[in-house]
C-alpha cells in the first residue's frame, strides 16, 4: 500500500506563474519530510526539509510547509522558471538514523511553458 | 568535492545475462543504498549497506545481491537478468546517524533487459 500520495500527479503552468504541489502521507512514525527535485534522467536534489509540527521552509522561490496532525505538505513555487520543470518528490522518514527508512511518493511532473 | 558517482549510466542486456552497477562516494558516508525507480512508483529500497560486510535487504531484494568490499563503493549485482529488471537504479549514501534525513544520490543507471 502506497504510504505518500503526492497530487497533482502531473501539472503544466506558464513560466511565472505560481504552483503548489501537494503531499498526504500515512507514514508512522513520521520523523521528517523532504522534497526533493529530479530533472529528467538525474538524481534527486533535495531541496528542503520539514522535521517539526507545523514547520515552515524557504529556499529561495521554493517554500514548504508540514502539517504533522494532518500527515499532509504542501510545496509552493513562486514565479516558475522554465528550469523548473521536474518531477518532485515527496519523501517521509520514519527515523531520523540510518536505521530509519525512507518512503518515497510517485512524484508530481511539473511542466513550465513559456 | 562531494557527490555520488555510478556506472555506467545506460546498460542494455539480454535475458539470462549477469549485470553489474557500480556505485561509488568521496563522502565517508558508511551507508550506502541500493534503489529503483519505477514509472508511477516511487523510489523501492532493495538494500542497504551499514558499512563493509554488513548489508541488510531493503523491501525487494529478491533477484539482486550486493558487495560492499571497501567504504566508498557498493555494487549491484543482478544474476541472470529478467525483463522485469528493467528500470532506473539509483544509489545513495548518507552517514549513519544522519540517515534518512541526509541522503545523496547518484545520477542513475537506466537498464534494459531484452
Known amino acids: 500500500k502506497t504510504q505518500v500520495e503526492q497530487s497533482p500527479q502531473s501539472l503544466v503552468v506558464r513560466q511565472g506563474e505560481n504552483c503548489v504541489l501537494q503531499c498526504n502521507y500515512s507514514v508512522t512514525p513520521d520523523n521528517h519530510l523532504r522534497w526533493f527535485k529530479q530533472d529528467t534522467g538525474k538524481g534527486l536534489v533535495s531541496l528542503t526539509v520539514?522535521?517539526?509540527?507545523?514547520d515552515k521552509t524557504s529556499n529561495g522561490r521554493y517554500s514548504a510547509t508540514l502539517d504533522k496532525d494532518a500527515k499532509h505538505s504542501t510545496l509552493h513555487i513562486t514565479a516558475t522558471l522554465l528550469d523548473d520543470t521536474a518531477t518532485y518528490i515527496c519523501v517521509v522518514g520514519d527515523r531520523g538514523s540510518a536505521l530509519g527508512r525512507l518512503h518515497f511518493g510517485a512524484g508530481t511532473q511539473l511542466i513550465v511553458i513559456p | 568535492d562531494m557527490k555520488v558517482t555510478q556506472m555506467p549510466r545506460y546498460l542494455i542486456k539480454r535475458m539470462g545475462e549477469n549485470v553489474l552497477l557500480e556505485c561509488g562516494q568521496d563522502m565517508s558516508h558508511e551507508t550506502m543504498y541500493w534503489y529503483r525507480q519505477d514509472p508511477g512508483l516511487g523510489l523501492q529500497l532493495i538494500y542497504i549497506s551499514y558499512d563493509v560486510d554488513s548489508n541488510s535487504e531493503g523491501d525487494i531484494p529478491k533477484g539482486y545481491r550486493v558487495s560492499r568490499k571497501k567504504r566508498e563503493h557498493f555494487s549491484l549485482i543482478l544474476d541472470s537478468a529478467k525483463t522485469n529488471q528493467t528500470s532506473v537504479y539509483f544509489c545513495a549514501s548518507s552517514f549513519r546517524d544522519r540517515g534518512g534525513a541526509e541522503q545523496f544520490f547518484g545520477p542513475g543507471t537506466r537498464l534494459t533487459v531484452l
Open positions: 520539514l522535521v517539526h509540527e507545523n
